[in-house]
């Protein structure tokens, strides 16, 4: 009996695969690939073992693998960022008009953090954050929201490739310094720019969590009559239940 020759390369069975997991739901045993895929149970099982070397999906029982946080991180990364403009919208203007100040959303890319949406009651601080700009990773609370919940050798090599201008005199400019500020984010749950790039601004951000990861973040910013320093713990308590619904509308779209 003759059959079709798999002329597939090793990279397409694997991407099969992920493929194949995503449309049972997220999860599917090996059975169940070996059906669907139409390859021979080793072949199978060779590949499943690769993906979880990867730790692009993972052993969920004996039997059964998914999708793991790697990849929904990826997926995260290389969203489409027009989608954001109808799902968003909503949530960043109620937070605008809420503290009657500038209000954003940072994004990771993997390299860089960049401004994807702003909304504002008032105009002269919008360039601040218009969309598309990049946030200082060194400076903007935008930044630091996300990147000081990634690993400090990541992190650190971020730093070390870029220029890390001093704006005023209080921008940290030394990479030990900022990777510092990193763990006081980290504790404190929030991120602040006290004059870091403009004396007469302030900023904070709060991180958003979604898919067991955080490459968002949701953030205000004014002068600092409006936004002082002592009050940024009060704000942020006030923006983490907008971050939630944030994350809870990425977990969605997956």
Request: charged share 20%.
């Amino acid at each position: 009996m003759n059959t079709v020759e798999d002329k597939s390369t090793p990279l397409e069975r694997y991407v099969r695969v992920l493929e194949a997991i995503a449309a049972s739901g997220g999860s599917a045993t090996a059975g169940e690939l070996v059906s669907i895929l139409g390859l021979p149970r080793p072949t199978t099982h060779r590949l499943l073992k690769g993906l979880v070397d990867t730790q692009l999906i993972i052993k969920l029982s004996e039997n059964r693998y998914g999708i793991a946080d790697r990849l929904q991180r990826l997926s995260l990364l290389s969203a489409d960022d027009r989608w954001f403009e109808p799902v968003l919208r909503p949530i960043v203007m109620e937070i605008a008009q809420t503290f009657n100040m500038t209000t954003y959303v940072g994004k990771f890319n993997g390299q860089r953090v960049v401004s994807v949406m702003v909304e504002s009651p008032e105009e002269p601080w919008r360039g601040f954050v218009l969309p598309g700009r990049e946030f200082a990773p060194h400076a903007a609370a935008g930044a630091k929201a996300i990147l000081a919940f990634h690993p400090d050798n990541i992190t650190r090599g971020l730093l070390e490739q870029v220029s890390l201008p001093s704006f005023t005199a209080k921008t940290i400019c030394s990479v030990d310094g900022v990777l510092e500020e990193y763990e006081k984010v980290r504790r404190q749950r929030y991120a602040s720019c006290v004059g870091e790039i403009d004396d007469g601004m302030n900023a904070l951000a709060v991180p958003v969590l979604a898919s067991s990861q955080i490459v968002m973040s949701v953030g205000v910013t004014g002068p600092i009559s409006i936004l002082p320093e002592t009050s940024h713990q009060t704000f942020a308590e006030q923006l983490h239940p907008f971050a939630v619904r944030i994350a809870a509308l990425l977990d969605a779209r997956r």
